[in-house]
């Protein structure tokens, strides 16, 4: 079952953080994260592990909560590379079923 | 990090023909290959896992006989999209999978590939 992301999309500022949230109705093992930009391939980011939790990026982290069966990705002091599409993979083994996605706009 | 190329980046065929898309894992081994596909503002699904040496799984809905997966070596698998038809339009993404001295498995993703059927 897809999990569910939000906000569908987010605009901000150069300098503003931003928080994406994945949301799964069964239990989670594992979440991934990629960024997508337009007609690119989706770049990992970062895999979360049930009982805890890892650091990807430098201003780029993530929370995992098992019991909420949610996760949360938080973009620090935004760039303007920032921008894309982020999603969200929840699953069990290493073949997440992915989130719709949340867009990302950073303006300068 | 893991390099995947994918081969083409865009393709249009007439409806009726089949079109070959490649999926070559760079710098890694890949036992496991993956394909998905992509509709505009959509998610990424998941057509089917391609295993090298052995056939692939599809997932529900997915007609294998439409969409043929090869993974013949460790580092290429091949989606073929057997006539092909407009519907069959899409951005066909492949991933391939790294495993970690961890344990950890990552999926690296290829650039994808832009099919028109006209």
């Known amino acids: 079952q897809q999990p569910v992301q939000s906000p569908q999309a987010v605009i901000l500022r150069e300098g503003e953080d931003a928080v994406i949230n994945c949301s799964s109705s069964?239990?989670?093992?594992?979440v991934h994260w990629y960024r997508q930009k337009h007609g690119e391939a989706p770049v990992f980011l970062m895999i979360?592990?049930?009982?805890?939790e890892q650091k990807g990026h430098e201003k780029i982290s993530a929370s995992f909560n098992e019991k909420k069966q949610q996760s949360s990705l938080y973009l620090t002091a935004s760039q303007l590379s920032y921008s894309g599409t982020y999603f969200c993979?929840?699953?069990?083994?290493?073949?997440?079923?992915f989130g719709r996605g949340t867009s990302l706009i950073v303006h300068p | 990090g893991a390099v995947v190329s994918q081969h083409p980046s865009r393709v249009i065929c007439k409806s009726g023909t089949s079109v070959k898309i490649e999926c070559r894992s760079l710098?890694?081994?890949?036992?496991?290959m993956f394909w998905y596909r992509q509709f505009p503002k959509q998610s990424l699904m998941l057509m089917a896992t391609?295993?090298?040496?052995?056939?692939?799984?599809?997932e529900q809905g997915v007609e294998k006989d439409k969409f043929l997966i090869n993974h013949a070596s460790l580092t290429l698998s091949t989606l073929t999209v057997t006539s092909a038809h407009p519907e069959d339009s899409s951005f066909y993404i492949c991933?391939?999978?790294?495993?970690?001295?961890?344990?950890?498995?990552?999926?690296?993703f290829g650039a994808g590939t832009r099919l028109s059927v006209l």
């Open positions: 979360l592990l049930k009982g805890g």
């Open positions: 391609s295993n090298e040496g052995s056939k692939a799984t599809y």
């Open positions: 710098d890694f081994q890949a036992t496991t």
């Open positions: 069964k239990a989670l093992y594992s």
């Open positions: 993979g929840a699953g069990g083994s290493y073949i997440p079923t």
């Open positions: 991933s391939a999978l790294l495993r970690g001295k961890d344990g950890l498995s990552i999926q690296y």
